[in-house]
């Protein structure tokens, strides 16, 4: 790790209790390396900044790599790494929570879809304040409807929790019509 950080300008992230997040030019560690042009991307989140982010846009439009680059960064400065960012000031985080991506198995017993429900229902009962959570295209395994009905009546229950609301990055690829979401201050 200590190579990878020095060959790649990795640098040490500041850690902090105020659950802030602060992360200028985030990379992914692997993809970076795998396309030819790839765009870094902020994150804040926490302070001044709304606890919950919506992030929407068309199929392959880079929303999952986000999710999933966001919880490496967390991830390996939490484990004591070097991270692959500008700047960053990460909350120390009691768990991370993730609806990645569900796959179908026969020895698992369950569709895709209660597979994401299941997840979902986890980060729902077990997230503190001090969470993290990272929700992509939750819903998906459903009708159109009944995906948007959830995931915006999950969405509310995180925001009831007010000022113990944890850290909710979502993607999805519904409509965005902002109406139909619970009030969200949208970055």
């Known amino acids: 790790m200590a190579l990878t950080a020095s060959q790649n300008d990795y640098i040490r992230p500041s850690l902090n209790t105020?659950?802030?997040?602060e992360i200028k030019d985030g990379k992914h560690p692997l993809n970076e390396h795998l396309v030819s042009q790839?765009?870094?991307?902020d994150f804040y989140s926490g302070g001044q900044y709304s606890h919950m982010k919506i992030i929407t846009g068309p199929n392959g439009?880079?929303?999952?790599?986000?999710?999933?680059?966001l919880a490496l960064i967390v991830y390996l400065?939490?484990?004591g790494s070097y991270v692959p960012v500008k700047s960053?000031?990460?909350?120390?985080?009691?768990?991370?929570?993730?609806?990645?991506?569900?796959?179908?198995?026969?020895?698992?017993r369950l569709?895709?879809?209660?597979?994401?429900?299941?997840?979902?229902?986890q980060a729902l009962n077990n997230a503190t304040l001090s969470s993290l959570i990272l929700m992509d295209e939750f819903g998906k395994g459903t009708t159109e409807k009944d995906g948007l009905s959830i995931l915006v009546g999950t969405l509310r229950n995180f925001l009831k929790r007010k000022e113990d609301c944890?850290?909710?990055?979502?993607?999805?690829?519904?409509?965005?019509?902002?109406?139909?979401?619970?009030?969200i201050p949208f970055t």
């Open 61 to 69: 439009s880079g929303k999952s790599m986000y999710l999933k680059q």
């Open 166 to 183: 944890p850290h909710v990055i979502v993607s999805h690829t519904f409509p965005t019509n902002h109406q139909i979401y619970p009030k």
């Open 38 to 41: 790839f765009q870094t991307n």
């Open 111 to 121: 569709s895709a879809f209660m597979i994401d429900v299941t997840q979902v229902s």
């Open 77 to 79: 400065a939490h484990v």
């Open 18 to 21: 105020d659950n802030i997040f």
């Open 88 to 108: 960053a000031n990460i909350a120390l985080v009691h768990s991370i929570h993730s609806r990645i991506q569900a796959t179908e198995s026969v020895s698992v």
